[in-house]
């Protein structure tokens, strides 16, 4: 049996599959296996994965699933201990493989081993890198702030995620992290290693860029009202049946358009582009960008991220969801 299985999902991604495939067949660490699922294609991406001649490599095509149920297919087909996750338009560094599995090795009590990234740009140039805390608790503290590590950098125990069900097929977006929630909840410890051990492909059409309904931000918060509710010995609202999951649903959406945190981040983003702008010498785009600002949220500069708290905004909701729940009875 190979020590580690490794998932790529991917959707049109024939500009960078070949790049990522290569990477993981020129890991130092080889007991592995390596488990490509096409979510549906219309490009030439399935052509370039079968110009490769590598017995690892499985690939499965279970045609348009979402990547939630591309990964689970990816898990359930596995049979490593580890499972390794690339995404299709990231590269992985050589040593990867061989320092993760040896830290799950010799942690019993860790279920998840991140690590840090190079971001990358279009061209592959490296234009910075991530800086995430490398113990258990202070990753903790991260991932509940709405800051989750990369999802191409995660290697964790199979046997783990399938007790939790593997990805929440309910989340559009923020799959990896209400993943992460999900495996806090049923007590694994997580390490991160702090040297970048992949690098990470950072773009104006990247997955979150051009998230105009707030999606991702959406089901993060949805992720921790899941996780701090259970934390209390409650339900929970993620895998419960689907008529209280409907009337969560509804309750949540109309508090988060209300809050108008998408609005706020969006503003951040638009201030950010200002920024850039400038430093690029181009005044007009620097100008649209900041009265966008002004335009989407003038107390932008008054708060961090997109102005949630999640101990505050999480017992708001709390108590607006029984509330509208006692004026529809």
Sequence with gaps: ???????????????????????????????????LVD?????????VINKFVD???????????????????????????YIAILDADDIVLDERFSIQQE???????????????????????????TNFPTSHDELVSTLIKLNPF???????RRDNALKIQGYNL??????????????????????????????????????????????????????LINYFE?????????????????EFKETFDAWFEQRRFHKKMDAKKYFSNAGISIKNGDLKEAIFSFFKTIRLDPWFWSYRGCGFNEHNDIKEF???FHKEKENRV
């Design 150 to 156: 990369p999802h191409s950098s995660v290697m964790y």
């Design 55 to 81: 017995s690892r490599i499985t690939l499965l095509k279970p045609g348009r699933v979402g990547r939630a149920e591309a990964l689970n297919l990816g898990l359930q087909n596995s049979s490593g201990d």
């Design 1 to 35: 049996m190979k020590k580690i299985s490794v998932i790529t999902t991917f959707y049109n991604s024939e500009s960078t599959i070949k790049s990522a495939v290569d990477s993981i067949l020129n890991q130092s660490f080889s007991n592995f296996e390596y488990i």
């Design 170 to 223: 309910r989340c559009e977006k923020s799959i990896d992290y209400n993943f992460y929630l999900e495996l806090l909840l049923a007590g694994g410890k997580f390490i991160n290693v702090d040297k970048p051990l992949i690098r990470l492909r950072s773009y104006s059409s990247s997955w979150g860029k051009n998230d105009r309904f707030g999606l991702q931000i959406r089901y993060g918060i949805i992720g």
């Design 39 to 47: 979510d549906g294609s219309t490009d030439n991406s399935v052509d």
């Design 103 to 129: 830290l799950l090795n010799n942690n019993p009590d860790v279920v998840l081993v991140s690590s840090n990234a190079e971001l990358i740009n279009e061209q592959g140039k490296v234009i910075g890198k």
């Design 230 to 246: 259970i934390k209390e010995g409650k339900k929970g609202f993620l895998r419960v049946e689907d008529s209280v999951w409907l």
């Design 318 to 320: 709390v108590m607006f």
